[in-house]
T-cell receptor, first 113, second 113 residues
């Protein structure tokens, strides 16, 4: 069966520090991968998606970046965090052309102070 | 602009009541509709996926319908239980865009014993 992992589960970082969040998927090959952010009191916003290794699409301008170094690994990074980067970060995966169900990870709660 | 709207934002019902959550969308490019459940501080759990060629899907006490012509979907929960208390999110899938989902803001459901 397929499993999606995210770490860390929670993170408290000072403004201006770097960020690296990791997501890995087990039990499937060539998944579509997604990073979403859920800010307090707001809905989920798609940040990045990837349909293959090295293929990253960015949805919103921001100081975050994403990379997919391996088929089932998706990394969200920042060189310098802003207060507005605080939120709940969710990774998700799907297969095929994307018309199937998306499955979400447990999330990472990021607080930038 | 692609938008997904959920009404109501919050709902409180007594245990045992049948209830309907509403979701509307404005973009004809939305190919399918997914309903998710989110417990506080947790990731999303997929409940039902309705493809554009389908009109409804059922899983246990849950039934979701989709009317693409009117841009509406409903989630029907029969015989509600306190364990159903959570935030319910609907999301429209965009075909051929890597499975991008456009999320509504969610309906926070509270079922009182």
């Amino acid at each position: 069966s397929q499993t999606i992992h995210q770490w860390p589960a929670t993170l408290v970082q000072p403004v201006g520090s770097p960020l690296s969040l990791e997501c890995t998927v087990e039990g499937t090959s060539n998944p579509n991968l997604y990073w979403y952010r859920q800010a307090a009191g707001r809905g989920l916003q798609l940040l990045f998606y990837s349909v293959g290794i090295g293929q990253i699409s960015s949805e919103v301008p921001q100081n975050l970046s994403a990379s997919r170094p391996q088929d089932r690994q998706f990394i969200l990074s920042s060189k310098k965090l802003l207060l507005s980067d605080s939120g709940f970060y969710l990774c998700a995966w799907s297969v095929g052309s994307g018309t199937d169900t998306q499955y979400f990870g447990p999330g990472t709660r990021l607080t930038v102070l | 602009k692609q938008e997904v709207t959920q009404i109501p934002a919050a709902l409180s019902v007594p245990e045992g009541e049948n209830l309907v959550l509403n979701c509307s969308f404005t973009d004809s490019a939305i190919y399918n509709l997914q309903w998710f459940r989110q417990d506080p501080g947790k990731g999303l759990t997929s409940l039902l996926l309705i493809q554009s060629s389908q009109r409804e899907q059922t899983s246990g006490r849950l039934n979701a319908s989709l009317d693409k012509s009117s841009g509406r979907s409903t989630l029907y929960i029969a015989a509600s239980q306190p364990g159903d208390s959570a935030t319910y999110l609907c999301a429209g899938g965009l075909y051929n865009q890597g499975g991008k989902l456009i999320f509504g803001q969610g309906t926070e459901l509270s079922v009182k014993p």
